[in-house]
């Protein structure tokens, strides 16, 4: 049978690990799922005014409403 002590600090290190297993888990399925939309740029239609996101390799991209060739927008 274990002691107290060993006991307790057995369980700690268990919920440690633990909860350092599932914020790894959630960082790399989060980090996954938001890559794609990091990646991407602001387009704003010169010719019907609407602001639209695109994939930064497609440049010009078209407008999805009226299918204007847009550059991307520069800060």
């Known amino acids: 049978m274990l002691d ?4 307790a600090v057995l369980w700690c290190a268990l919920t440690g690990l633990l909860f350092t297993g ?3 888990w959630y960082d790399r399925r989060d ?3 938001l890559a794609a939309l990091r990646h991407r740029a602001t387009f704003h239609c010169i010719r019907c005014g609407n602001l639209y996101a695109a994939p930064r390799a ?5 407008c999805p ?11």
């Open 4 to 7: 107290l002590t060993t006991g």
């Open 65 to 75: 409403k009226c299918g204007h060739e847009n550059t991307r927008l520069k800060f």
């Open 31 to 33: 980090h996954a799922r």
């Open 22 to 24: 599932l914020w790894l």
């Open 58 to 62: 497609e440049e010009p991209a078209p």
